[in-house]
């Protein structure tokens, strides 16, 4: 009974992806020494499940949306919308990551435990409406990737990864606490509306220290999307991990981040935006011009799609800068459109690479096109859509964003993100050259036929990609319902 009373049937339903990645999680790692088989693709069908139910758990969850756990989480449109987003982003990588496993020789089991665990940091990151629970999310889904990175052993690229990423993710992560203990110790409060409200009331705390507050609790989260100036991790452990585990990376921990980042900056810190607003505007300009000017220098894909990472992380920021309902929903739907294009075109890499992923210079993508066209398709419309070209997810995404910029009267940042985005065109044009214009590379000659599960992780984010640029209104709309939220 006592547990009853502190614990509601309502606080699990709303807690309930949460509960089923983490118990698949933990009961795969219970099978690996029972199964006693390195390799074994029923680990993946094991994670596929659970990731299905925890979408359905998602949706179901916001069928008794409200908050949960005494207003630590909260479960509305913004946080089903992310929580939809990271999963799906589990099950491509999942999808994508069954040759890749075969083909290193790589034990399963723990891969996709780890794949769970994260998501599941991911999934309490956007619900949390606590500073603590914050931390707690962020920590979980951040430890599982410090080991993903580093999951070939015998790789050192990938050992040096690892390292570069948990150092400097451990520092980042104390900036953040530290801003955290100047929140409780300045306001008496972690809830982000609780803080909203004191710092909105007569009484409110002197914004010296709440600025300083904030300018801490950026780093932090500036370095998990890898916006400039704390974007120099992620060239190198985009690079040195595995290429399914850089994809995930660069999709879903970072929409979860944003996530974070929207619902504190947009809520607990909303009443000094006068404050943070040049520090974002500041960043989102260095990041979009440090990674599409880095990337034109770049000869090693995965090196590249690195520094357009960091550029697209500045067109968020852009949306961030805004400070509106309409900026948090471009925002959300630009992160929606990113990760599918970005997760496909790092899948057409995996598959590339071969084994001991050898073959990630833009050089080895010649004649791509005569050997495997669908495969050559496929990384057509990702790279069309990441310049954002019409027609794509990426179109109406900068298009909103930049809209939102203007609304906000933010016209030299909107001009100058423009410009960027036409620099950006060059360099995922000339992979487009070679696959198209030149005869086949030894990698593309010595090409496997493209297994299910990973022509299954390259067409639905291709669908994914042209759906949202022909009817970006079906996720806009709900994007734009669930920003009204974030208050």
Known sequence: MLVNSIVSTTDLIRFLPEIILTLMGTFLMVMDPILNRRSSDAFGHLSLVALIAALGGSVYAYTEAGSAFGGMLVVDGFATFFRVLVIVVGILTVLSSYRFLECQDAETSEYHALLLFSIAGQCLMAASNDLIMVFIGLEISSIASYVLVGYLRDD???????????????????????????????????????????????????????????????????FKVSASPFQIWA??????????VTAFLSTGPKAAAFAVFLRIFMTAFEPISNTWQPLVWISALLSMTIGNFAALLQSNVKRMLAYSSIAHAGYVMVALTARSEIGTSAAMFYLAAYAFMNIGAFAVVSHLSGKGERYQNVDDFAGLAQKQPLTAAMLTIFMLSLIGVPLTGGFFGKFYIFKAALESHLVWLTVLGLLNSAVAAYYYLRILVMMYMHEPSKASSELEPLPLGLGTALIVPAVATLFLGIF????????GKSAALVK
Not at 193 to 213: H, K, M
């Open 472 to 479: 970006p209104s079906w996720v806009l709309d709900f994007a």
């Open 235 to 244: 060239p190198d452990v985009y690079q040195g991990a595995p290429t399914p």
């Open 156 to 222: 050192k690229r990938a050992n040096e990864a690892a390292l570069k990423y948990f150092l400097l993710g451990s520092f980042a992560t104390a900036f953040f606490l530290y801003g955290v203990a100047l929140i409780y110790g300045t306001t008496g409060s972690i809830n982000l509306s609780a803080v909203r409200g004191i710092l909105s009331g007569q009484d409110a705390p002197e914004v010296v220290f709440i600025g300083l507050a904030a300018a801490l609790m950026f780093v932090g989260l500036g």
